[in-house]
Nanobody, 125 residues
Framework: QVQLVESGGGLVQTGGSLRLSCAAS????????MGWFRQAPGKEREIVAA????????YYTDSVKGRFTISRDNAKNTVYLQMNSLKPEDTAVYYC??????????????????WGQGTQVTVSS
């Protein structure tokens, strides 16, 4: 069993930055591909970024490419999402998720086995 706890959300102005963290419990974290998703009111949950278990492979949805960076520190059981040049359309609840096993990255919510409780990111215009 893996438990995920996100932190780092908050209110920021357009153009600002935030760094989200997702702390995981469990000794097998380093073998799990991870993902960051977001869900805005009235919208479906969507992938933001994903990373392979080694950190060697990453994926970004088009709308965040060049602005967001996903990374992980397996020694600290933590995955990060650095968000720069934030826009109002980035406003959402952000969730981290873990995929049990696998060598690549995964982009669909149904592919993930464990989820955090979410952290709110609000970008004011």
């Amino acid at each position: 069993q893996v438990q995920l706890v996100e932190s780092g959300g908050g209110l920021v102005q357009t153009g600002g930055s935030l760094r989200l963290s997702c702390a995981a419990s469990g000794r097998t974290f380093s073998y799990y591909p991870m993902g960051w998703f977001r869900q805005a009111p009235g919208k479906e949950r969507e992938i933001v970024a994903a990373i392979s278990w080694s950190g060697g492979g990453t994926y970004y949805t088009d709308s965040v490419k060049g602005r967001f960076t996903i990374s992980r520190d397996n020694a600290k059981n933590t995955v990060y999402l650095q968000m720069n040049s934030l826009k109002p359309e980035d406003t959402a609840v952000y969730y981290c998720a873990a995929h049990r096993g696998g060598s690549g990255w995964y982009s669909r919510p149904g592919e993930y086995d464990y989820w955090g409780q979410g952290t709110q990111v609000t970008v004011s215009s």
